[in-house]
Every structure is written in C-alpha cells, then in structure tokens.
C-alpha cells in the first residue's frame, strides 16, 4: 500500500530541458494585489480603497528546491498561490514561472505548475481514475503521454482506482490532488497547506511522495503554518507578514539566527530603570525586579552577564534561562520592523 513508487521520467518532466532550467523556478517582482473593496472575502473592508494583501513583494524559489512559504492567517500565502494558479489577477508587477511570463506567455507559464489546493474539493462521485483522466484532458496530455495508473501507484491510490471519491479518506483525498496536479509533469508542484486535517502517519505518507518528487528534480514549493514542518522538509524559507516577505533565506541560516537565548533575573531591589552600565545590552525590566537579557549563546556565556548584572550593583536572587525557538524567529520578525531582524 505504501510502496512510494517514484514518478518515471516522461518527456515533459523538468529534465525535457536537460536539467537547464532557469535558475528560478518561480520569480516574482514588485508583485501586488489589491483587493476591491468589495470583492467578497466575508470581513472584507467596505468603502475605502480595498485591501492590499501583496505590498509589491520580491521574491524567488530556486529551481530544484523545496522551499516553504511560512505566515500567519491573513500574510498573503493563498493571494500569492492564486496569482500563479490564475485565480487571482495581480494588480502590479511581474510573475515568471519556469522563465515563462505569466502576462505574456500564460500557456507555458500555467503548463509548468501544477496546484493542490486548500480545500478537499473532489467530485464525490468521479473515481480516482476517472479525476486523473479528466484533469489530463483538461491539460492536453494526449492519450499516449498519459500515467494515470503510474500516478495512481506513486500516489499509494491503485487499490482505490475505482472507488468513489466520497469513500476515501482525507489522507487518500489530499493524495489524489496531488497526482492530479502532476497529470502534466510540471516541473513546479505548489502545495497550499497540505496537513490541515491530516493526521500524522498520512502526513509522513505525504511527505516521502513529495521528498521523492524533489529528489527527482520537481521544484516544491508549500505553504504552512507549522514551522517544524517547514524547518524539517524546506532547504529555503520565505516568511511572508501582511503582505511583505520579512524574511527569505537558506534553512539552516535562518536557524542561525535561533541563536538567542534569554536570561531572566529575579532581583533583590526594586529597579525604575535597567541601570546605564548595562545599556549596551539587550536588556529590560518586565516588572520592578524583573530584569530580562537577550543574548545570543555563541556571545557572551551566562557567568560573564551575571558578572555584568553584579558589576552594576545588582542583587540577583533567581535566574532563569529560555532557548529561542522558530515560533520565536516568526513572532520577532512578524513583529518588529524589518531591518535589524538578525
Ligand atoms: N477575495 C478577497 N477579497 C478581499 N480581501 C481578500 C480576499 N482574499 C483575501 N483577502 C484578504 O487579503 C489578505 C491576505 O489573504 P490571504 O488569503 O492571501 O492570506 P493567507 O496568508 O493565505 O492566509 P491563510 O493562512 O488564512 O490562508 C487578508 O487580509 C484577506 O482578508
């Protein structure tokens, strides 16, 4: 059942350019939406001058990578995603996909992604084989190119090849759309938020089909609110906040700057003010006797701080440390203004 059989290389495949694709995958310049102050979305403004959900972002996803698009509700993920899915019409910019154009050469640019979407939404009454089939014809894959039964298997689906759709799983259902948006051999697959709702042995299912089709070259690109997800799988983060990228960087080097600890001081005293012989340091008073240090572990070690707090005439009574974690990463850089992030 979960023999995780690898896509064949078929013509269409990225390696139909002899691996000589354009360095991004996906490329996005000055790109912004501007929602019409009425076009629907319930809580949407009214009146006014609409909602800005992209602020001109730049941004580019390597050929080859697996790169996670990271944000909170609202950031701009599924805008983004929809504008490349033609869902949505950017109202500036400029958005190429595998180097195609997508004002100018639309075809070719739609022709080398393909998109799971957020929402389940199957014909409950089509069979997996029969959504394949249907999306193939949608895309042109003349009868001879097709890998229905290959996608099936790649997909763990072939037992389930002519059951109901309404009689799968969530897993089995989450699956299906992502053989359905490699009918055409994009050599880009962009998954919206594919674990909502799926449960954790799915989950990794899911994961070794996806990890597979990068290792064959298929650049992944995902959207997610779990950073562990995004920090195992992702060899490239992009963290997106109200419609600006606040940060975009290799995985490890966002970690990097995970560096930070912090060193809570319970004081003697009672202070009005962190004193000026410590003002070098990122330091601040939570209450009267509470004193807080952010440090970073590869500086200065704990003993030399407290040495610094002692030097300054302070009492300490208590101490205690906390490691920094990517959800601490994410609040900091959604949170602060941009420059000065590291
Ligand atoms: N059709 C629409 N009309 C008006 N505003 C919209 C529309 N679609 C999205 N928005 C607004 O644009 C902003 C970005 O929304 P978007 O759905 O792109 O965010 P997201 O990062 O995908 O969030 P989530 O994780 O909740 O899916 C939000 O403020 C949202 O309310």
């Given amino acids: 059942m979960n023999e995780a059989a690898p896509f064949s290389r078929p013509d269409r495949s990225p390696e139909r350019d002899g691996n000589e694709g354009p360095p991004a995958a996906i490329s996005a310049r000055g790109l912004r939406k501007v929602y019409a102050p009425h076009s ?3 809580g949407g403004r009214r009146g006014g001058s609409g909602k800005e959900a992209l602020k001109g972002i730049d941004l580019d ?8 698009l990271l944000g909170p509700n609202g950031a701009g993920k599924s805008t983004f995603i929809n504008i490349l899915a033609g869902l949505v019409i950017k109202t500036e910019g400029r ?7 997508l004002d100018r050469d639309n075809r070719n640019a739609r022709a080398s992604i393909g998109i799971v979407p957020q929402e389940l939404n199957i014909d409950p009454f089509f069979t997996p084989e029969e959504v394949l089939e249907f999306q193939a014809g949608l895309y042109g894959v003349p009868q001879a190119e097709r890998r229905t039964a290959e996608i099936l298997a790649a997909m763990a689906l072939s037992d389930k090849a002519q059951a109901y759709a309404r009689t799968l799983s969530g897993g089995m259902r989450r699956r299906l759309l ?7 051999s994009p050599p880009i697959l962009v998954l919206d938020e594919p674990t909502a709702g799926v449960d954790v042995e799915l989950r990794q299912q899911l994961w070794d089909h996806v990890r597979e089709m990068n290792r064959q070259g298929v650049t992944i690109v995902l959207t ?11 060899d490239r983060i992009a963290i997106i906040n109200q419609g600006e990228v606040v940060a975009c960087d290799t995985t490890p080097a966002l970690l990097a ?13 009672d202070l009005a003010a962190v004193p000026a012989a410590l003002s070098d340091l990122d330091a601040a008073l939570r209450s009267p006797r509470e004193l807080v240090i952010r440090f970073r572990r590869s500086g200065a070690g704990v003993p030399a701080l407290l040495d610094r707090v002692r ?6 009574l208590d101490l205690t440390t906390e490691e920094a974690d990517l959800e601490d990463l994410f609040v900091e850089l959604t949170t602060a203004p941009k420059a000065g992030a590291g």
Avoid: N, Q
């Fill in 40 to 42: 629907g979305r319930a």
């Fill in 61 to 68: 996803v390597p050929r080859g990578s697996f790169f996670g």
């Fill in 95 to 101: 958005v190429t996909i595998w180097g195609h154009d």
């Fill in 178 to 184: 992502v053989g359905k948006a490699m009918v055409h």
């Fill in 224 to 234: 997610t609110h779990y950073l562990e997800e995004a920090e195992t799988l992702c």
């Fill in 257 to 269: 700057r995970l560096d930070r600890r912090e060193l809570r001081l319970v004081l003697a005293d």
């Fill in 311 to 316: 030097a300054a005439g302070l009492e300490v």
